[in-house]
């Protein structure tokens, strides 16, 4: 195997992933990656989860090209199933940050006055520890 030589066909496209996504920068960057993660990820994982055969169907209809569909064949659920679980296991960090700031989002939106935000991170703890002051 030593004397072997290798190559690597020119038509070979190498992507990074994340979570087993396409790593794109809104599945990088911090904010993004966890806005995308909890409310765009996981909801179209746990709809395919609930109901796969409309995301297979979808997915093979050329007039819904580029929709929020999962192209999985149904017997391959329990695969997505695991995905699905490992993100809610080893992202809980990504999944709590995301929701506090949806959470400072709608704080600012609720009791923005157009002053200051001084007392905002003492009226939503939460986002607090995420970011500073």
Known sequence: MADWKLFLRPKIIIEGMVDRFVAQ??????????INLVFLHKPLLESYLQSP????????????RGGYFIN????????VRDLLD????????????????AD?????????????LTPGPRACPEICGWILM
């Open 25 to 34: 920068s809104h599945t990088i960057a911090p904010v993004q990656a966890a």
């Open 53 to 64: 055969q409309p995301h297979v169907e979808a997915s093979a209809n050329p007039d819904l």
């Open 86 to 101: 490992s993100i809610n296991r080893d992202r809980d960090d990504m999944l709590r940050f995301a929701q506090a700031i």
């Open 104 to 116: 400072g989002q709608e704080l600012l939106r609720t009791s923005a006055s157009g002053f200051d």
């Open 72 to 79: 999985i064949r149904e017997d391959r659920a329990g695969e």
